[in-house]
Nanobody
């Protein structure tokens, strides 16, 4: 059973930074590509970033490319998302997910259904 627990969310100012973590259990983490998705109030689920099992190959949505960095520590079964140069538009609940998306045309709702995601962590960016 996929068990994912996100942490590290909070309040940040525009231009600030946050680091999200996701502790994984119940499945072979090192053999699983992983993703971060987010959902803002009243908006659809949005793919943010993905990382291959090789820890090197990463993909980002155009809205976060150059500002966010996804990484993983397979020894600790943990996925990370470094959020830099935050913008108010980044306000959302962030979920880590046991799924793989490599381009924005892939629907995150069908590719990363709720049973592949954690409970989420809230990120609020406000002056």
């Amino acid at each position: 059973e996929v068990h994912l627990v996100e942490s590290g969310g909070g309040l940040a100012q525009p231009g600030g930074s946050l680091t999200l973590s996701c502790a994984a259990s119940g499945f072979p983490f090192s053999a699983s590509a992983m993703s971060w998705v987010r959902q803002a109030p009243g908006k659809a689920l949005e793919w943010v970033a993905s990382i291959h099992t090789n820890r090197v190959t990463t993909y980002y949505s155009t809205s976060v490319d150059g500002r966010f960095t996804v990484s993983r520590d397979n020894a600790k079964n943990t996925l990370y998302l470094q959020l830099d140069s935050l913008e108010t538009e980044d306000t959302a609940t962030y979920y880590c997910a046991k799924c793989f998306i490599y381009q924005m045309q892939i629907d995150p709702v069908s590719r990363c259904p709720p049973d592949t995601r954690g409970q989420g962590t809230q990120v609020t960016v406000s002056p």
